[in-house]
């Protein structure tokens, strides 16, 4: 997979698609993604949109080489098992503000995101 360098906070979609057929696979499958660069490590959701696509969306926080293992509650190659790399790199696209996002730390308990908010420097005055 080849990877276009991305600003931190950038939005980069993922999409994974599988030719097998899962019944109501929007209520019955959970398909994801462990982001790691370095020793950091951020799960990201996948979610369904029909057809055999599931898509993935994720925003480095930061700049580096993000690799990307997927992963699914299925025993499905297309789902379960894929990876790649989002290269992250600092630039004037770079200066976004995140605030207030609330998170557990813990992969297996709630999580409720309460806002975030991305602004371009120029934005500011």
Known sequence: MTSVPVAPWREVEIDLVTPA???????????WADFTCGSEMLRRPAFWDGAGVWRLRFAP?????WHWVSG????DPALHGRTGAVVCVDGDEASGVRAFELL???EHSPRQQIGNTVMRRESWT
Not at 61 to 65: E, K, Q, R, T
């Open 104 to 106: 557990a730390e813990s």
């Open 72 to 75: 699914a509650t299925v025993d």
């Open 21 to 31: 057929a899962h019944e109501a696979p929007y209520a019955s499958l959970d398909v």
């Open 61 to 65: 926080p930061h700049a580096g080489d």
